[in-house]
């Protein structure tokens, strides 16, 4: 195994999977620790652990283009690492929007009128607290972009995404809970 680590690199350009263990096994808390801080707002470990697999998965599959010594092979995983939590964030986002817009859909299709659909958001967003009131309010009825929601609001375009994420969760379990018949 000591030549095994002098040549892992050797080794995993070959394909050679005791050369992927020993990445995986030395590299694992360097990929975690950068996954799930990317990933600590989705709040799914799930998604978190898809991603760290994605990235061994990934330096499997490009090993042949890594050019470096082994000390350049930590801050290369750690790239990897980071556009894989990067992605991933990007994937689940979209799909919350996707579902966002679904929400927006059923209250359309719910037979209230315009207005009256119109007071049913409100009375949705009125479960938020203020700083999240804002910010959907700002993101839907405004049309504004969340880097300059966060101008405005002193936050960081993490924050108001992260936000927006929570909020967004939080609404579409009222919708499911008034829409199954447990009252307004």
């Known amino acids: 195994m000591k030549a095994n680590r002098r ?7 070959k394909r050679k999977e005791d050369a ?5 096994e030395h590299y694992l808390p360097v ?28 330096v499997w599959q490009y ?9 350049d092979f930590r801050k ?13 964030f990007r994937k689940a986002s979209k799909s919350l929007e996707i579902q ?7 209250i ?14 409100l009375y949705y967003l009125s479960g938020l607290n203020e700083v999240d009131r804002t910010i959907f309010i700002m993101k839907y009825y405004l049309y504004m972009k969340n880097g300059e929601i ?3 609001l002193g936050l960081s375009t993490q924050a108001v995404d992260n936000r927006l994420y929570r909020g967004k969760q939080q609404l579409k379990t009222k919708w499911t809970y008034i829409k199954g018949g447990g009252g307004q």
């Open 7 to 13: 040549n892992f690199i050797k080794r995993l350009k």
């Open 20 to 24: 992927l263990e020993y990445v995986v």
């Open 31 to 58: 990929v975690k620790m950068i996954v799930e801080k990317s990933l600590q707002s989705q709040r799914n470990p799930g998604l978190i652990e898809e991603c760290i697999n994605d990235v061994f998965l990934a």
């Open 63 to 71: 090993s042949d283009q890594f050019e470096g010594e082994a000390d």
């Open 76 to 88: 290369w995983i750690a790239v990897i690492a980071k556009y894989k939590a990067t992605d991933a």
């Open 100 to 106: 966002m817009d679904e929400i927006f859909i059923q």
């Open 108 to 121: 359309e299709d719910s037979g209230y009128t315009k207005v009256e659909r119109e007071e049913q958001f």
């Open 150 to 152: 966060a101008e405005q």
